[in-house]
């Protein structure tokens, strides 16, 4: 039997992938409705605001009387309060559903643990725990954001062979070094596509004008968010031209405008759980830290982090380049590595890990 349950709640994590990208501040959930051995119905949390995956699943059945003998499989818990959508747990129930398989309890408050004794009062029987482990990692950014009140924290760089960042440079007038081929840039902007934020320092915001937005994968852009003290930042960089919504974290009074949002911190305290709380407060549930230096090593310093994936290239810059942040030393809970990923030449690659309570 176990190796049954495990079959199905496989397919539900298979089918809530496809909503990656497009359903945050949610998670991603599928889910499956199993009779007599046969799959009668499945279905997916496509977007959010839009209906949950087992209003998806039941809605997909096209006899809805073996509803009243079926099985309903679902990587996350149901909700059980009005969002923007019913709760999932009432339909269930008024559906007449006997029995329901779940991978993990929902760790948000609203939910936690409501969805099941809400199923259990109502005389469902309920399992829980089946793929704990893989439908936890599904929804990782969701499942720390709602456990620690921030987002989950991914510190990203690009390095050379020789642990460089980037050449020495004074200022935007020298580019700076290309480190990332065509394959591994269009991976990362898929994974902007599916996270919330993207975060640089003054630094590189200065030297590098970047867009920080989607632009070789197909999907939305992260929101921007930017530390600048002393607001130096010229206002016709590509970070301040209001195409993407832009978060701004200053020492100074400035009045937002559009799309680009000006908070004033206090910078004789520590910044950055000023910005994670602010980060949380906007349901932003993963925030990808992309640089600099500096900043990426603050993070690590002050063990503000879930994953770190260090993309490295075949060139070496030696005494010209800069320093990459060193996380032999800087991380405190022991590093797991997950994966490694190469390019089609196998030259460059991405070395992926997390912490350790995360596995």
């Known amino acids: 039997m176990e190796k049954v349950e495990e079959k199905y709640m496989a397919r539900c994590i298979a089918l809530a992938r496809h909503g990656a990208g497009n359903v945050s501040p949610n ?7 199993v009779h007599k051995g046969e799959i009668i119905g499945e279905g997916y949390h496509r977007r959010y605001g839009e209906s949950h995956a087992e209003v998806n699943a039941i809605a997909s059945v096209k006899d809805p009387s073996l509803l009243r003998e079926a099985t ?10 009005y969002g923007k959508t019913p709760p999932c747990a009432g ?3 008024e559906k007449g559903i006997p029995r329901v398989v779940i991978g993990v309890t929902d760790p948000y408050l609203e939910v936690s643990g409501r969805g099941i004794a809400m199923l259990r009062e109502a005389g469902v029987d309920v399992v829980t725990g089946v793929m704990e482990k893989e439908a936890g990692e599904l ?5 720390v954001s709602h456990t620690w009140n921030r ?5 990203k760089w690009a390095q050379s062979a ?7 440079r004074k200022d935007a007038s020298t580019p700076p070094e290309i480190l990332s081929s065509p394959g591994m840039i269009q991976r990362i902007h898929k994974q902007r596509a599916e996270t919330d934020a993207i975060m640089i320092g003054t630094r ?3 030297l590098d004008n970047p867009s920080l937005t989607v632009r070789h994968w197909v999907g939305k852009s992260p929101v921007r968010v930017i530390i600048d003290r002393s607001l130096s930042i010229p206002p016709d960089y590509h970070v301040l031209d209001g195409r993407v919504r832009t978060l701004v974290f200053t020492g100074m009074e400035k009045e937002s405008a559009g799309l680009t949002d000006y908070i004033r911190i206090d910078y004789d305290r520590g910044i950055i759980p000023q910005v994670l709380s602010h980060l949380f407060s906007r349901r932003l549930n993963s925030l ?12 690590l310093q002050e063990g503000m982090w879930d994953e770190i994936q260090v993309e490295t290239a075949p060139v070496r810059l030696g005494y010209k380049g800069v320093q990459a942040p060193d996380i032999a030393w800087q991380y405190r809970p022991t590093l797991h590595h997950i994966e490694t990923t190469h390019t089609e030449t196998g030259q460059h690659y991405i070395t992926s890990f997390v912490r350790d309570w995360l596995l």
């Open 288 to 299: 990808m830290v992309e640089g600099g230096a500096c900043l990426v090593r603050s993070f």
């Open 27 to 33: 998670p991603m959930v599928g889910s499956v409705i």
């Open 139 to 143: 929804n990782r950014p969701f499942m």
């Open 151 to 155: 987002p989950y924290i991914i510190l």
């Open 162 to 168: 020789d642990g460089m960042i980037d050449r020495v």
């Open 72 to 81: 309903l499989y679902v990587n996350l818990e149901p909700c059980a309060h």
């Open 204 to 206: 590189t915001a200065l």
């Open 91 to 93: 339909l269930i129930i």
